[in-house]
């Protein structure tokens, strides 16, 4: 039995696991269709942004409100899927960090290849604000409970911990050294000065 239960945490372990895998590859091609496809109709209207927020004011002036959630949501929700799955592949211990610094570098990598190889397509860092924003949001609503329970799931044992041998308390050591020496021979004298006194005092009587 505890053989079986073994093995079934493993299995279910590798199946959360590789789950998560596939459908971060299928995230990454969904992901690459959407921000790496030509737009030659855009392409003099486009430009780089390095100045964060002149892009979402942009939406906010020259939008209509249906465009201006559109394109700010599309970003938001393009990176959710970051902040659901990055935190089951990565390790445990500071996984929000982690999947933030594996969020920003994607995005980024994603972005300069588009400015600098897709036609229409510019570097844009509100785009990479809003797609980390979306996968903060991601993390908070749904990818910390799903990566919590997997890696408590992965740090359970998949047998009984065998209890721990329980240790003997060793015997106290007289101690020895100068004081103890001491004291023995003081209490040696003593008793030889009692013993004497005993003796004289018969010999008195006698």
Known sequence: MTRRRAWGHVLLQIT??????????????????????????????????????????????????????????????????????????????????????????????????????????????????????????GYLLLGRRLSHRYHVLAAEPGREATPARTRRPKPARPRTGKRTGRAAASWTRVRQGVRAGLTRRRVRKG
Do not use: H, W
């Not at 998560?20 to 992901?31: E, K, N, Q």
């Open 16 to 137: 959360i696991l590789v789950t998560a895998f596939v459908a971060m590859v299928g995230f990454s091609v969904v992901l690459a269709k959407v921000t790496l496809t030509p737009s030659p109709a855009s392409e003099d209207l486009v430009t780089s942004n390095l100045r964060p927020g002149r892009s979402l004011r942009q939406y906010a002036e020259d939008y209509t409100f249906l465009a201006a959630c559109k394109q700010a949501g599309g970003n938001l929700v393009l990176g959710m899927p970051f902040g659901v799955l990055l935190p089951v592949l990565v390790p445990r211990r500071l996984r929000m960090v982690r999947m933030v610094l594996l969020t920003v570098l994607v995005i980024i990598v994603v972005e300069l290849v588009q400015g600098a190889l897709v036609a229409g397509r510019a570097f844009d860092v509100d785009d990479v604000i809003l797609n980390t924003t979306g996968a903060l949001l």
